[in-house]
């Protein structure tokens, strides 16, 4: 009887130290994963690099240089509209997820008498994509601080 009574106790000492130990490993995943935010690989955030990639993944790419932090796409027009076309250039500044971590460049060019135009951008569009890019980018933190 001594002896199931050992059992139980150190059965049950285990499971609150793994229960303990479960939060403290969530604190050091939180850790962890801030400091990758920071200090990455690529040598820009990596959850921006990441949220740009997704954003123009619908154009082709000419350019990519994760260390560099920066996407260009080749023009991509919208079959909706065959007479306009579009070209970015994303840039990630920095190793912080912050909102002035990411510059979208846009141009823009209309079919007019059989030749390309430039044209201009609206802000609110280049404004737009890089509103995206970081949504898209805290949803994909959120998701690895949850997991």
Known sequence: MPR??????????????????????KKARIKQDLAASKVTQIGVN????RAALDTVSFMPLTQTDSNGGVIVTDWYANPATPAERMKLTVTILDQDLRADAVRV?????????????DAPVQAATVQKLEEIILSRARDLRRGSIAG
């Open 4 to 25: 199931l009574l050992h059992i139980a106790l150190m059965t049950g000492l285990t499971l609150s130290l793994a229960a303990c130990g479960s939060d403290s490993g």
């Open 46 to 49: 990596s959850y921006l690099w």
């Open 105 to 117: 460049a846009a141009s823009r060019q209309v079919y007019q008498g059989g030749q390309w135009l």
